[in-house]
């Protein structure tokens, strides 16, 4: 017997820095199931894992209790589960800390289940296996890999959602799956119905980015408008036994909702729309149609799937230097040769070898923001404009050398061309990510729960 | 190409052309892809993923015509340093694009300003109809 109700699922973020006004609406008038926060980006866990080895107690999402500050109130009076990856390097921690907000908030019975188990880094660190899209293999990384975490599937999330709680919290899962994994609970969708879990990858592929599915990250004026984008409704989906979804938002919200917007976020970051690979299913969206049910009401079908992958992706943290940068403007007539005097002038200097400081050889990049830094000289280079920005960046070994770089273009305030304004100077240690397989085998996701005592 | 293709059915742009000024450019009225299309581009490891998908579905066997691999490619020649593979969607009025050594090395360690590629999208939409 099948539930004629469809559940409701929302996205409450699609990054980390997300709004969170937004994701307050859909726990207070969305009449969710699930609210879902997917906010781990590539090297997020990589840097977690940074601040983890300072403080035992750090390495989740540093604006998870701002976040559930906000929504737990709702979420728990509405019987709203929330889902979300903002655990992290430090799941567990994040776990307790979503506690203390709820005995802030005056919850103290919030249960929270905590999802761990994607941490690879022994196995990576005993197993020399080949990188992904590199001649080289994980040992080329040695003494500078940070952390190494698989994508969880879905599965790692079901006893979980079996163990009724109002908080789940995980670390590295496919984005996806955090919405997957409801659906299969909700629907006793078996893992091996690819054709069911085809649809719930679709389901989750289009909310997984937030607005990016309602109107955000659309908008051009006159070709594509997009209303009240400065309060851009945040996406949910209405999903069928069989799979089928609409995807929409709240009333009164901005964005807009429709073929175009679906499209967009359906095909964004997909290589092979036919061979989606992900931990759960391998999705197959190449069929997938949209169909406009009402303004902001699309229905979703279409969307298959194949039998999973074998191996599941990791992703490899890994020290990989620093880059220096330096920037600075130059306006009004003649800002351009200005601007081009100043890479020049820089240029020459990134050759001299008998400079204190030598950069050269490094590889680097001098343009000028305005002409030809975004697509290079061949498409932006017709058009003078009233402004121009040089910006010089320099891969570089040691963070001295990086210094170097924005002290260069600084110097060209009283050593380049006239009028030169604005200098900023930047270095950052490079993070890099890379990514291998692991076996299944090698990946036991293990879930606890935490409960406040009150 | 093929109007008959099958859905998602790669094809493949493989010699990198070359540079110089024989890229499409356009003139001040002439219509262009912004017309009929929007475009979203995306990041996946050194790769950059570019959609296209048509304003008016009736409008998307020209995108097809219009959007080889071939054309892409030589539009981003100097920015796209391997391979383009086109995949096409009659389904959903879009051709989708992966772009290969298109992100300086990836997001993660690219000396670009728009490391994700992010920007690439609205460049597609200056071709010439």
Known sequence: MQDAKPYRIGAGAGYAGDRIDPAIDLAERGELDALVFECLAERTIALAQLQRAHDPQAGYDPM???????????????????ITNMGAANPIAAGQA????????????????????DDVLPWMQANDVPLIDSPHSVRSLDGRLISANAYLGADALLPALQADVNVIITGRVADPALFLAPLMVHFGWAADDWHRLGQGLLVGHLLECAAQ????????????????LHRVGFPLAEVSADGRA??????????????????????????????????????????????????????????????????????????????????ISYAGPGARARGELALSILRHRLQDATLSHSLVGLEHRAELIGVNAMHGPRLGADREPY????????????????????????????????????????????????????PRSAVQPRCCILEGSP | MSMNAAPGRPEQARAPLGGGADHDVTSVGARTLRDIALARSGDKGNRATLSVVALDPKDYPELERLLTAERVQAHFAGVVHGPVQRYTLPDLAAVHFVMFDALGGGVTRSLALDAHGKTLSAAVLDLPL
């Open chain 1, 64 to 82: 998870l209790k701002a976040r559930m500050r906000a929504v737990l109130p709702a979420c728990v009076r509405n019987g709203v589960t929330v």
């Open chain 1, 98 to 117: 979503v506690l203390d907000v709820a005995r802030e908030l005056g919850l103290p019975r919030l249960r929270v289940a905590v999802v761990t188990g």
């Open chain 1, 213 to 228: 599915v309602s109107g955000g990250y659309l908008a051009d004026p006159g070709h594509v408008d997009v209303p009240d």
């Open chain 1, 246 to 327: 609409v995807i929409t938002k709240l009333p009164g919200t901005g964005g807009r909702v429709d073929r175009l917007s679906c499209t967009a976020q359906l095909l964004y970051e997909v290589e092979d729309p036919a061979q989606y690979l992900q931990a759960d299913v391998v999705g197959d969206f190449s069929r997938v149609r949209f169909t406009q049910l009402e303004p902001d009401r699309v229905q979703a079908q279409g969307a298959s799937g194949h039998a999973r992958p074998d191996h599941l992706k990791a992703t490899l943290g890994y020290r990989d230097g620093f880059i220096g940068e330096g920037q």
């Open chain 1, 387 to 438: 402004e121009v920005r040089v910006r010089l960046a320099v891969r570089c070994a040691t963070r001295a050398q990086a210094e170097a770089v924005g002290q260069e273009v600084e110097a060209l305030y009283l050593n380049g061309p006239a009028g030169g304004g604005g200098v900023t100077q930047s270095v950052r240690e490079v993070i890099a990510a890379a990514s291998a397989l692991v």
